[in-house]
Each structure stands twice: as structure tokens, then as C-alpha cells.
């Protein structure tokens, strides 16, 4: 009897769970916002440590609902939003991962 429960559960393979490590990306994210609307739905030019991009602004009241997050990499920057020549916001910004910051523009 022995022998027989010995050599059933010799055949039993052991089908232990796998784990998986998966993380959070580390970028995060930056969101152009307009407080008064001047800028509602314009293009304005995005630089970010020297390399620039265009980005869309989106107005306060639906920048949760409609408003596009632009990747950035962590880390602190230097962060200038300017539009037909003028700057709108220059600053040294910190980002976190995962993190979404705003930009306020007029």
C-alpha cells in the first residue's frame, strides 16, 4: 500500500503559483491647463531641458475629463511654455513617477 501511494504521488507534478513583478512606469506626466481660457484649445510650444515640443491646452473646468498628459521624464527640469514669442510659464520643475503635474497658463 505504501508502494503504491509512493509511486501515485511521484507522478504529481506541483503546479506552484509564478509571480510576477510588474511596476509602475517611471515618467510622468504634464497637463497644460488655461485658468482663463485665453489659450483654450491653442497649440502653445512646450521645452523641456532644450527639447521642444507642441502640446495642446485645455480649459480648467474640463482638464480631468478631456485634457491630454503630455510624458515627461522624472527628475527636476527646466520647463518653458511660450506661445507666437512670448513666454507664458518658465520654471524648474520636479517631477515625480506617475506623477501628473499641471501647468497654469493664463
Known sequence: MLAL??????GCKIYA??????????????????????YKNKNVSVSLDGQ????KVVKKKTSNRR???????TGTHQLTVSS???????KKVFLSTQEVKTISLP
Not at 521642444?52 to 502640446?55: C, L, N, Q, R
Open 17 to 38: 503559483p509564478v509571480e510576477q513583478a510588474t511596476g509602475k512606469e517611471d515618467v510622468a506626466y504634464l497637463l497644460f491647463v488655461s485658468e482663463g481660457g485665453a
Open 5 to 10: 501511494l509512493t509511486t501515485l504521488l511521484a
Open 52 to 55: 521642444s515640443y507642441e502640446a
Open 84 to 90: 507666437q514669442g512670448q513666454t507664458l510659464y518658465s
Open 67 to 73: 485634457g491630454t498628459q503630455y510624458t515627461a521624464p
